[in-house]
Every structure is written in structure tokens, then in C-alpha cells.
């Protein structure tokens, strides 16, 4: 009896040691779709609200507030890099409550600016904005509508209307009263996202009356938002697409590393990998999942390194062994940025574009104000990539600065596609 009863047990404790190596593995190898999931599982359970209706009366502002900053303190080192004393920014805030803070919309407005105001692309409350569901394009700090959504046609919006004033203010005007609500690690991608965003997040306002210029004549059109969870993607494109520019040029253009893209991505390199010359393009990738990005790269690069957040990439088999060009913009950020240094730092791609939003996402979790405001800050302490570029607070510099001009968008042309087509392949 006591040989069985001692055999039993060292079958549980090598039971036990087996499930302990199989799980230290999975949350080791799988680590950031982990971090997916668990933060999609999570905020399908957070309870989110517009500034009116946070759940926070007035006489609880500032223990709320304490307690978001101790949060801060605590789990966000990123700030320690930044130059500010982050006590001080506290006590500016804080001695707005009562004063110039008193309803529940001064007080969500307050700590959305907080949250902006520490400079990390990847700090946010997680609180709802009004909508009309479409980003605008950014051309020479100028902003045009292209192939308006079925919401904003109906409203009286047309393809390529430019955006000249909001709420009888400039662009400029208006950029620089929302901008002071909005994260970003770097002052160029603030005002760009402002910008790009000028009919997707409204705080406050829930009616926007826009000052547009069409064909000469100056318009003007009054758009009434909605909840942001109450508008369709009648124009939603895919993840991932694919195409010859021509006999020689392949062009993979990625708008997300969220989801099946990586499943996306071998479909559409499978038409363009055999091409002398390949266009990725990440300028509307806001990012994702940066594990997707490392699984991206192991097709385009050429020799085994390190990949920027974690682990080393692997060329693939049929890895692409032809002239690279690499597209970004401002907009290109967290997992697309890692992408970014990735391939800049494997020296198997030329850089064209714009420089990056200056964030790779530094693992942000989702924390709770004490009285039920839900915010995410970046978590992992700074750091530096493989080949000692900065994670977070400096955009990527492109090889090859070039951007959209106002003629090619009328004309129907990418300036920047073009630009490689007739200078950089041709010559």
C-alpha cells in the first residue's frame, strides 16, 4: 500500500511539473496573443461612458483623480524618460477640481487631457466620443474627405471635399483646442492625429457645422455625430491587399496587425513574392498585435536577428529576396512602428515616407479609477531596441522623406508609390 500511495504521488508531482512547463511555455511563446485576448476579454467587460455620464459625482473628483495618478505612478515608468516632475502635473490638475472642474463632463474632459499631457502615445481613458465614423486625410497640414461614408454623403459631403473650418473656428484654431485631449509620444503625431480624427472623436460636441471647399465655393455642412458604436463600416476595407503595379513592382498594403493578418499577408504575398521589387505599406496601420508584426517580417528579411519587444525572427523558407521599400507615415504606430524597426534595423528595407508616431505600445494593461473610469497605460520599463533606438518618444526617421501632395491627391496619384516607381526603381 505505502509503494502504491508513493507511486501515486510521484506520478501527480510529475504531472504537475509537466502542466507547469507546458503553461510557462505557452505564456513564454504565445505571450502577446495572450496580452490579445486578455485585453479584448477585457474590455468587453469594462463599462464605457461618455464624458456626461461617467460614474463619478462631483464630490468624488478628486479621490477619483488621486487614485488614477497613484495608478500612474505605480505601473507607468515610461513618464521617468519624459523630463516633467510628474507630482507637479498632478497638482496642476488636481487644483482644477472645484474650481474650473465641477460637472461630470469638466472632470472626464480633465483627466482625458491628464492622460495626453503625460506624452505617451499609449496612455487613454477608455472613455466613448461622438462620431461620424470616417478619418480625414492629412495632406501638406491640409484635410480632405475622400469616398465619404454613407452617414456623411447624407449629410452633404462629396469625395475630395476639403475641411477648411469647424465650428466657426480655423483649422488650426479648432486642431489646437482638441489636441490637448489626445495621447501621443511625440508633438508631430499630436497634431497629425488631430488632425486625421477631426470627425471621429468629439468629446463634447455632438454636432459639428464644417466649413467646406468644393470646386472653388465654400460650403457649408452641419453634421450631427453619433455614438461612436452606433456607426457602420460601409466602407471598411481589408487587412491586407495585394496587387502588381506592374510586371515588375508588387505592392502589399497593411492596415492593421490585429486578427488573421498574418494569414492575410501570405495570400497576398503569394501573388507578388517572386517580383524584383516590393512596396509594403504601413502608413494607415494604427498597430495591434506586435507578435503578427514579427511573423510579418520573418518573410522579408534575410538573415536570423532579434526581434525589437521580444524573441528572435527567423527568415522563412521563401522569404522575399528582392528590392524592399517600407511606406510610413505619422500614422504608423505600437505594432506597426515595432514592425518598422524591425525591418530598418534587418537592412533589407528602404524606408519611404513619413516618420512614425513614435510609440511600439511598451505592453499596455487596463487599470480602474476608484470610482470606475476605465484607462490603459503602458506597463514595461523603457527600453531600447536591438540596435539601440528608443521604443518609445521618437518617431522612426524614414530613408527617404517624401508626402502626399495636394495635385497628386486630385489627380488621383500617390506621390509616394510614385515617386519610388519613377525615381528609385526606374533610376
Request: charged letters at 20%; hydrophobic letters at 35%; glycine letters at 8%.
Amino acid at each position: 500500500m505505502k509503494k502504491f500511495i508513493k507511486y501515486l504521488l510521484i506520478t501527480l508531482l510529475a504531472t504537475i511539473g509537466i502542466l507547469a512547463t507546458v503553461v510557462v511555455l505557452v505564456t513564454t511563446v504565445f505571450r502577446e496573443e495572450l496580452v490579445e485576448m486578455l485585453s479584448k476579454a477585457g474590455q468587453q467587460e469594462q463599462p464605457k461612458h461618455f464624458v456626461s455620464e461617467i460614474p463619478v459625482e462631483s464630490a468624488q473628483f478628486a479621490e477619483d483623480f488621486e487614485s488614477i495618478h497613484q495608478q500612474v505612478v505605480e505601473h507607468c515608468s515610461l513618464y521617468k524618460q519624459k523630463g516633467y516632475d510628474i507630482d507637479s502635473l498632478y497638482t496642476a490638475f488636481a487644483d482644477r477640481i472645484g474650481r474650473d472642474v465641477q460637472t461630470k463632463t469638466d472632470y472626464a474632459l480633465m483627466v482625458c487631457e491628464y492622460f495626453a499631457a503625460l506624452n505617451i502615445g499609449h496612455a487613454w481613458t477608455t472613455i466613448y466620443a461622438y462620431s461620424a465614423g470616417q478619418r480625414v486625410e492629412v495632406i501638406k497640414d491640409r484635410l480632405f474627405l475622400s469616398e465619404p461614408n454613407d452617414y456623411l454623403a447624407s449629410c452633404g459631403f462629396c469625395d475630395k471635399d476639403e475641411i477648411v473650418g469647424i465650428n466657426q473656428m480655423t483649422m488650426d484654431e479648432y486642431v489646437n483646442r482638441l489636441k490637448k485631449y489626445l495621447p501621443a509620444s511625440t508633438e508631430a503625431a499630436r497634431i497629425y492625429n488631430t488632425r486625421r480624427w477631426v470627425l471621429i472623436d468629439s468629446f463634447a460636441d455632438s454636432t459639428l457645422v464644417c466649413d467646406v471647399l468644393r470646386n472653388g465655393e465654400r460650403l457649408s455642412i452641419e453634421v450631427p455625430l453619433k455614438r461612436k458604436f452606433s456607426i457602420s463600416a460601409s466602407n471598411s476595407q481589408p487587412t491586407v491587399t495585394g496587387k502588381a503595379l506592374n510586371e515588375q513592382v508588387g505592392y502589399i498594403n497593411i492596415t492593421s496587425m490585429m486578427g488573421n493578418v498574418v494569414e492575410e499577408f501570405e495570400q497576398a504575398y503569394e501573388q507578388v513574392r517572386e517580383m524584383p521589387y516590393l512596396i509594403v505599406d504601413v502608413r494607415n496601420n494604427g498597430g495591434g498585435n506586435s507578435d503578427n508584426g514579427r511573423r510579418i517580417a520573418e518573410y522579408l528579411i534575410h538573415r536570423e536577428q532579434a526581434h525589437c519587444v521580444y524573441g528572435t525572427m527567423t527568415p522563412q523558407p521563401n522569404a522575399y529576396r528582392g528590392k524592399l521599400f517600407l511606406l510610413t507615415s505619422l500614422y504608423t504606430f505600437s505594432a506597426a512602428e515595432s514592425f518598422t524597426i524591425d525591418l530598418k534595423e534587418s537592412g533589407c528595407a528602404t524606408l519611404v515616407g513619413e516618420p512614425t508616431g513614435g510609440d511600439t505600445g511598451n505592453n499596455p494593461q487596463g487599470f480602474r479609477s476608484k470610482y470606475g473610469i476605465e484607462f490603459r497605460i503602458p506597463t514595461r520599463e523603457p527600453q531600447l531596441s536591438p540596435q539601440g533606438f528608443p521604443m518609445e518618444g521618437v518617431g522612426i526617421e524614414p530613408h527617404i522623406t517624401i508626402g502626399q501632395t495636394v495635385e497628386d491627391y486630385f489627380a488621383g496619384k500617390d506621390t509616394v508609390i510614385e515617386y519610388i516607381l519613377n525615381e528609385l526603381i526606374k533610376n
